[in-house]
């Protein structure tokens, strides 16, 4: 790569980092007032050639990592670092400074996105793979993006070791699992065609399985 080569590079790369200013405000204002719209609207967005996708927001999955980030930002500000990366016991030796923690975290809460799209392929009785698998999981990115912030805030909140802060906090997350789960029943219905009923059952068993997956990955790291 020559000179000239790398400038055009570094320029792309300026602009979009930039352009995260504009896009990321406009992405998550949509996804908090038009939740179930904005996963539509990702569900259309795969239908377009790579470089049309999401011109006028940010990917899925990119808002998703942004949302981590300032999650773990506000964290230590607020608290400082997480009790994790001082441990070394069991798979925590692995997790050193705050980018492996974010890591972890990016991970944690694709979770959701991943057992939720698992979920609808297979109640539309279609073979799970890649293709198949990859509309649901983007359109998941969204909402679970909101989900992080609100569950990354409560923990900040409980970290502060105030009894009121404590409540805050534990009220802010049945919140955000409430919120959550009612966009998820929504969506079930909504795609499947189905009863209120069987789209709850599917919601809460993939949010169940996810919530699990979490649990049992997070205590690999305690």
């Given at each position: 790569m020559n000179f000239f080569n790398l400038l055009q590079s570094l320029?792309?790369?300026l602009y979009e980092v930039m352009s995260w200013l504009v896009f990321y405000p406009i992405t998550l204002w949509r996804t908090l007032v038009h939740p179930l719209q904005m996963m539509d609207y990702s569900d259309s967005e795969q239908g377009d050639a790579a470089e049309q996708q999401y011109t006028d927001t940010l990917s899925p999955p990119l808002f998703l990592l942004l949302s981590l980030i300032l999650v773990?930002?506000?964290?230590?500000?607020?608290?400082?670092?997480?009790?994790?990366?001082?441990?070394?016991?069991?798979?925590?030796?692995f997790v050193s400074n705050n980018t492996d923690l974010i890591i972890l975290r990016i991970v944690s809460f694709s979770l959701f996105p991943v057992m939720l799209a698992?979920?609808?392929?297979?109640?539309?009785?279609?073979?799970?793979?890649?293709?198949?698998?990859?509309?649901p999981f983007y359109s998941q990115c969204y909402v679970a993006a909101v989900l992080a912030m609100l569950l990354g805030a409560a923990v900040i909140?409980?970290?502060l070791g105030h009894d009121w802060s404590a409540l805050a906090g534990l009220a802010l997350t049945l919140?955000?699992?409430s919120?959550?789960?009612?966009?998820?029943t929504a969506w079930f219905n909504q795609h499947l065609e189905c009863g209120r009923l069987r789209a709850f059952g599917h919601a809460s068993r993939a949010m169940v399985e996810s919530l699990v997956a979490m649990l049992i990955l997070s205590s690999l790291f305690r």
């Amino acid at each position: 790569m020559n000179f000239f080569n790398l400038l055009q590079s570094l320029d792309e790369l300026l602009y979009e980092v930039m352009s995260w200013l504009v896009f990321y405000p406009i992405t998550l204002w949509r996804t908090l007032v038009h939740p179930l719209q904005m996963m539509d609207y990702s569900d259309s967005e795969q239908g377009d050639a790579a470089e049309q996708q999401y011109t006028d927001t940010l990917s899925p999955p990119l808002f998703l990592l942004l949302s981590l980030i300032l999650v773990h930002a506000a964290e230590i500000a607020l608290v400082g670092n997480d009790a994790v990366i001082n441990s070394k016991v069991g798979l925590a030796a692995f997790v050193s400074n705050n980018t492996d923690l974010i890591i972890l975290r990016i991970v944690s809460f694709s979770l959701f996105p991943v057992m939720l799209a698992t979920r609808m392929v297979r109640a539309q009785k279609l073979q799970v793979n890649r293709d198949t698998l990859r509309a649901p999981f983007y359109s998941q990115c969204y909402v679970a993006a909101v989900l992080a912030m609100l569950l990354g805030a409560a923990v900040i909140l409980i970290k502060l070791g105030h009894d009121w802060s404590a409540l805050a906090g534990l009220a802010l997350t049945l919140f955000g699992l409430s919120w959550f789960g009612f966009l998820q029943t929504a969506w079930f219905n909504q795609h499947l065609e189905c009863g209120r009923l069987r789209a709850f059952g599917h919601a809460s068993r993939a949010m169940v399985e996810s919530l699990v997956a979490m649990l049992i990955l997070s205590s690999l790291f305690r």
